[in-house]
């Protein structure tokens, strides 16, 4: 019973996580598309990038291992030592916060003082918010072990709303401030979150005092003490851990941020630049976290269930490797006539979407052709995403662990051609960088599933080639925008936007009527499954009638 109430919350606090991510990306969507016409794509390139990456580094350094140490069997460790070790994040916290402030200030370039004044505030300020949000993580531990799933969604949202809402007001109202208005919305936001969750557990601790579950008792609680008796500080088995999670960390910051880190540390683009390609990224990369990353993570879970893990085609079950092979071909015939619809149309619509968006910042420079060949990396994100999900169902733990290997390789190459491409190309040599890698990674897979299927009667990469009909349909489709760009769009005025706008759309249900009519396999699957969950759903509802039906019986036999 107690695992299943676990699941459920685990569940429920995934949804709420999801959600959250979502609503993050919508508003920061939002947020950047009307601030965009109020700053410049510098004041773009120095806050995203360069103070972003010393307030996420301090954070990594200062406490993530120890967030996670600390969460791993959280119930069966003391938690008073736990809290007593999760408050040297604060110490350490100071000493990275300073260390990293001088090099952020003396080490690295700093911008222009007439294009970004304010400089030094600004390192300091965002250095500062981080230390700052290391005085809650008692808190936020209570909250993620406990499963207080919707304080942190609301917490986090509250984070998220002091920062933008104070962004706004400032940059609007009082723009002469430049890069003190962001300083004053990171800290704000950061003090926030550290004051709603101490309002919170003190008001918990005082009015919920007989729940035996929560094992802070008193405010005091909250801080470190020592243990009675002759228990030590802290726990060294937790000590140890962290220190395992924070060498295992090291790879995870390197390939999360290390676009960043070439671009600060190498100094390859100048801060507009820097600016620009961040707003790119981020535009770009909003296909894959909606549109591909629930395709990935159902399909993982699917493969997870049905294969054998570390067993040959052999050894699996007859049925359910069937099932698998149509399913693995029909996500990759999915993802990749999205990817290409992306990659078709996006070349032709680049322009006009970041004109829309942020006005002549974006469109006017390196923003279109930025954008296009993003698009390119998006067909690749879906293609290795759909494949590494079934590699890492099928590898054994082994396998997993040699793959883990190359990963640091892929890293190592994608890091060091970021480098070089950049310099010779600008900008677009980072897209092309995160290309090479994706490349590698799925020609590793592909020789893994190629393998896996080897004197088997199922080809379920097939699915990576789309039908004849359909490349044509998107071949015409693209000389057809791209000859509307050119001629129609972008200069000539908004009827003109309008027409090359219903152009594409033409095309679009062109492709689209062509997929539904020579994708007959992908069209029957997608069939077969939508009614198959209408008839769960239909099932259900019966049985719930049936029930209700049963207990109103019983209901009338009690009352007569």
Same mark, same amino acid.
């Given at each position: 019973? /107690?695992?299943?109430?676990?699941? /459920? %919350?685990?569940? =429920?606090?995934?949804?709420?996580?999801?959600?959250?991510?979502?609503?993050?990306?919508?508003?920061?969507?939002?947020? @950047?598309?009307?601030?965009?016409?109020?700053?410049?794509?510098?004041?773009?390139?120095?806050?995203?990038?360069?103070?972003?990456?010393?307030?996420?580094?301090?954070?990594?350094?200062?406490?993530?291992?120890?967030?996670? /140490?600390?969460?791993?069997?959280?119930?069966?460790?003391?938690?008073?030592?736990?809290?007593?070790?999760?408050?040297?994040?604060? &110490?350490?916290?100071?000493?990275?916060?300073?260390?990293?402030?001088? *090099?952020?200030?003396?080490?690295?370039?700093?911008?222009?003082?007439?294009?970004?004044?304010?400089?030094?505030?600004?390192?300091?300020?965002?250095?500062?918010?981080?230390?700052? #949000?290391?005085?809650?993580?008692?808190?936020?531990?209570?909250?993620?072990?406990?499963?207080?799933?919707?304080?942190? *969604?609301?917490?986090?949202?509250?984070?998220?709303?002091?920062? $933008?809402?104070?962004?706004?007001?400032?940059?609007?109202?009082?723009?002469?401030?430049?890069?003190?208005?962001?300083?004053?919305?990171?800290?704000?936001?950061?003090?926030?979150?550290?004051?709603?969750?101490?309002?919170?557990?003190?008001?918990?601790?005082?009015?919920?005092?007989?729940?035996?579950?929560? &094992?802070?008792?008193?405010?005091?609680?909250?801080?470190?003490?020592? &243990?009675?008796?002759?228990? &030590?500080?802290?726990?060294?088995?937790?000590?140890?851990?962290?220190?395992?999670?924070? =060498?295992?960390?090291?790879?995870?910051?390197?390939?999360?941020?290390?676009?960043?880190?070439?671009?600060?540390?190498?100094?390859?683009?100048?801060?507009?630049?820097?600016?620009? !390609?961040?707003?790119? @990224? @981020?535009?770009?990369?909003?296909?894959?976290?909606?549109?591909?990353?629930?395709?990935?993570?159902?399909?993982?879970?699917?493969?997870?269930?049905?294969?054998?893990?570390?067993?040959?085609?052999?050894?699996?079950?007859?049925?359910?490797?069937?099932?698998?092979?149509?399913?693995?071909?029909?996500?990759?015939?999915?993802?990749?006539?999205?990817?290409?619809?992306?990659?078709?149309?996006?070349?032709?619509? %680049?322009?006009?979407?970041?004109?829309?968006?942020?006005?002549?910042?974006?469109?006017?420079?390196?923003?279109?052709?930025?954008?296009?060949?993003? $698009?390119?990396?998006?067909?690749?994100?879906?293609?290795?995403?759909?494949?590494?999900?079934?590699?890492?169902?099928?590898?054994?733990?082994?396998?997993?662990?040699?793959?883990?290997?190359?990963?640091?390789?892929?890293?190592?190459?994608?890091?060091?051609?970021? *480098?070089?491409?950049?310099?010779?190309?600008?900008? *677009?040599?980072?897209?092309?960088?995160? $290309?090479?890698?994706?490349?590698?990674?799925?020609?590793?897979?592909? !020789?893994?599933?190629?393998?896996?299927?080897?004197?088997?009667?199922?080809?379920?990469?097939?699915?990576?080639?789309?039908?004849?009909?359909?490349? /044509?349909?998107?071949?015409?489709?693209?000389?057809?925008?791209?000859?509307?760009?050119?001629?129609?769009?972008?200069?000539?005025?908004?009827?003109?936007?309008?027409?090359?706008?219903?152009?594409?759309?033409?095309?679009?249900?062109?492709?689209?009527?062509?997929?539904?009519?020579? #994708?007959?396999?992908?069209?029957?699957?997608?069939?077969?499954?939508?009614?198959?969950?209408?008839?769960?759903?239909?099932?259900?509802?019966?049985?719930?009638?049936?029930?209700?039906?049963?207990?109103?019986?019983?209901?009338?036999? =009690?009352?007569?």
């Amino acid at each position: 019973m /107690a695992s299943n109430k676990l699941l /459920a %919350s685990a569940t =429920k606090q995934a949804s709420y996580n999801m959600v959250f991510q979502v609503a993050f990306r919508v508003m920061t969507f939002l947020l @950047n598309a009307f601030l965009l016409r109020y700053i410049s794509k510098e004041m773009v390139g120095v806050v995203n990038v360069r103070l972003t990456l010393l307030y996420t580094t301090i954070i990594f350094v200062s406490h993530e291992a120890f967030r996670r /140490a600390c969460l791993s069997g959280g119930d069966r460790h003391n938690w008073r030592q736990t809290v007593n070790l999760i408050w040297c994040t604060v &110490p350490l916290g100071l000493v990275c916060t300073g260390v990293f402030t001088a *090099v952020w200030l003396y080490l690295l370039e700093r911008p222009d003082p007439e294009t970004i004044p304010h400089y030094s505030l600004g390192v300091i300020a965002f250095a500062a918010s981080a230390f700052i #949000e290391l005085f809650a993580d008692q808190l936020w531990l209570m909250t993620q072990a406990l499963l207080f799933v919707r304080l942190k *969604v609301v917490i986090d949202s509250l984070w998220i709303a002091v920062r $933008c809402v104070t962004t706004v007001i400032l940059v609007v109202y009082f723009p002469h401030l430049g890069l003190i208005a962001f300083s004053i919305a990171q800290v704000m936001g950061s003090v926030a979150l550290v004051l709603a969750y101490y309002a919170y557990f003190t008001h918990y601790v005082r009015t919920a005092s007989a729940d035996d579950s929560f &094992p802070l008792k008193t405010i005091r609680d909250f801080f470190p003490t020592w &243990p009675t008796g002759k228990k &030590p500080w802290t726990s060294p088995e937790l000590a140890r851990l962290t220190w395992s999670f924070f =060498k295992q960390g090291i790879l995870k910051q390197l390939l999360t941020e290390g676009e960043r880190y070439v671009m600060t540390i190498f100094d390859v683009l100048s801060f507009g630049d820097q600016g620009v !390609y961040d707003i790119i @990224n @981020n535009l770009g990369s909003m296909a894959a976290r909606f549109i591909f990353l629930p395709i990935e993570d159902g399909g993982y879970l699917f493969f997870g269930q049905s294969l054998k893990r570390g067993k040959p085609i052999r050894d699996q079950e007859k049925e359910s490797l069937a099932l698998v092979s149509r399913v693995l071909q029909s996500l990759l015939k999915v993802v990749v006539l999205i990817g290409l619809i992306i990659l078709v149309f996006g070349y032709a619509y %680049s322009f006009l979407a970041l004109d829309i968006y942020a006005g002549e910042m974006l469109s006017s420079g390196s923003g279109p052709s930025l954008l296009r060949w993003y $698009c390119v990396y998006v067909l690749l994100i879906a293609i290795n995403g759909t494949t590494e999900c079934f590699v890492f169902a099928a590898m054994s733990q082994e396998e997993v662990d040699r793959y883990n290997k190359k990963m640091l390789v892929f890293s190592v190459l994608f890091l060091t051609s970021a *480098v070089y491409l950049t310099r010779w190309l600008g900008s *677009v040599g980072f897209i092309f960088a995160n $290309c090479l890698n994706m490349l590698a990674r799925i020609v590793h897979s592909l !020789y893994f599933i190629l393998g896996y299927y080897r004197d088997s009667q199922w080809s379920p990469l097939s699915g990576l080639v789309p039908s004849g009909w359909v490349s /044509a349909v998107l071949v015409m489709s693209w000389v057809v925008t791209s000859s509307s760009e050119m001629m129609l769009c972008c200069d000539q005025g908004l009827p003109y936007r309008i027409l090359h706008i219903a152009i594409g759309a033409v095309c679009l249900l062109v492709v689209m009527a062509t997929i539904l009519l020579t #994708e007959r396999d992908l069209v029957l699957f997608v069939r077969e499954q939508w009614l198959s969950r209408s008839q769960q759903r239909g099932d259900k509802s019966k049985q719930d009638q049936k029930a209700t039906n049963i207990d109103r019986q019983k209901d009338s036999k =009690k009352q007569s």
